[in-house]
């Protein structure tokens, strides 16, 4: 088993069925469902947006600080069997205040799980829902404030085309203020222009999938001279048809570029497996071999915002 950091999970993401549908009978909230096969079958998508139709109809479920607590605990048992030593959680607190639920609870339930793991190094990165808006995400971001100390950056997600980077110009100028890190899914359906945003209007660290920068000669360039990180997430792209199969992944062209890739799951509990099912897809589907494997997993601890003396041991931990 690679040990890796994970870079690239929303918590919301992790949702099993099977957690779905015990959170759905703790808090009286009913489903068209119950049985978790039809659930499943519900599982497949033609695009982003009818993924984050389900995945936003499923999220009225967690409503208590246990709720958070019980879904980060169960993601942070599976990512230590998957080889993870670091992970860098995404969540979406809009989403959870849409469904009423106070910042307090999902901080608490978060943070609460993060302080009880004891195999992994964590963190939490805050992200705005880009189809609600630049006003939105900084009234979002002044009601986080109190809890300045529980996340280490900010993030950009939810339906990317229309929503382009340069929107959240101020928000990112109010994070970059308090010292957060900044991160941006930028190219994942949007295209090489919403990556150059994300970098030169937002200043982000990392971009998120940045797959569509492939595109663009000049940006591949830009990306490589500066190593700037990309976490891309395979087996999402496939199930949401980014990229036809996974045979048709630009993965293996990223490394061939010299850019500093990395392997993440995105939302493993839709998508079809964890990081570890996305390192095994790219050996027996795409043919990377151990050099290959081994250079994604020490890319991502480059890429993580750990301490550098903490990210060189990591890395020695790979061999290959
Ligand atoms: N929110 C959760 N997963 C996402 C993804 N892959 N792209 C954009 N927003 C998301
Ligand atoms: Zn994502």
Same mark, same amino acid.
């Given at each position: 088993m690679?040990?890796?950091?994970?870079?690239?999970? &929303?918590?919301e993401g992790t949702l099993e069925p099977e957690m779905l549908v015990r959170l759905a009978a703790r808090n009286g909230v009913k489903l068209p469902t119950t049985d978790i096969d039809e659930l499943r079958a519900r599982y497949r998508f033609t695009d982003l947006q009818s993924f984050l139709d389900l995945y936003y109809a499923n999220l009225p479920v967690l409503r208590t600080e246990q709720d958070f607590y019980d879904l980060t605990s169960a993601y942070l048992a599976r990512a230590a069997q998957a080889g993870v030593r670091r992970a860098e959680i995404f969540f979406d607190p809009q989403t959870h205040l849409r469904n009423g639920v106070p910042l307090e609870a999902v901080f608490a339930g978060l943070s609460g799980a993060l302080d009880d793991a004891r195999d992994i190094s964590t963190d939490l990165i805050l992200c705005f829902l880009r189809d609600l808006g630049a006003d939105a995400a900084e009234e979002t971001f002044r009601a986080a404030l109190p809890f300045r100390d529980r996340f280490i950056g %900010?993030?950009?997600?939810?339906a990317e085309v229309g929503h382009p980077p340069s929107l959240f110009r101020e928000v990112y100028r109010m994070a970059a203020a308090e010292?957060?890190?900044? %991160?941006? &899914?930028?190219?994942e359906e949007g295209g090489p222009d919403y990556v150059w945003?994300?970098?030169? %209007?937002?200043g982000v660290e990392r971009i998120d999938h940045g797959i569509r920068a492939m595109e663009d000669a000049k940006l591949v360039r830009r990306l490589r001279e500066e190593q700037v990180p990309l976490t891309v997430c395979p087996l999402s792209n496939v199930a949401l048809r980014v990229v036809g199969e996974l045979a048709d992944h630009v993965l293996p062209a990223m490394l061939d570029e010299g850019l500093l890739v990395c392997v993440n799951s995105d939302d493993p509990a839709y998508f079809g497996g964890y990081v570890d099912d996305n390192f095994a897809a790219l050996r027996s589907e795409l043919g990377l071999d151990d050099q290959q494997l081994a250079t994604l997993a020490r890319n991502s601890f480059d890429a993580c915002f750990a301490p550098a003396e903490q990210k060189a041991r990591w890395k020695a931990e790979v061999t290959a």
């Open positions: 690679l040990p890796t950091a994970e870079l690239h999970i &929303h918590i %900010v993030g950009l997600d939810s010292g957060l890190h900044r %991160v941006a &899914h930028a190219g945003e994300a970098l030169d %209007v937002l």
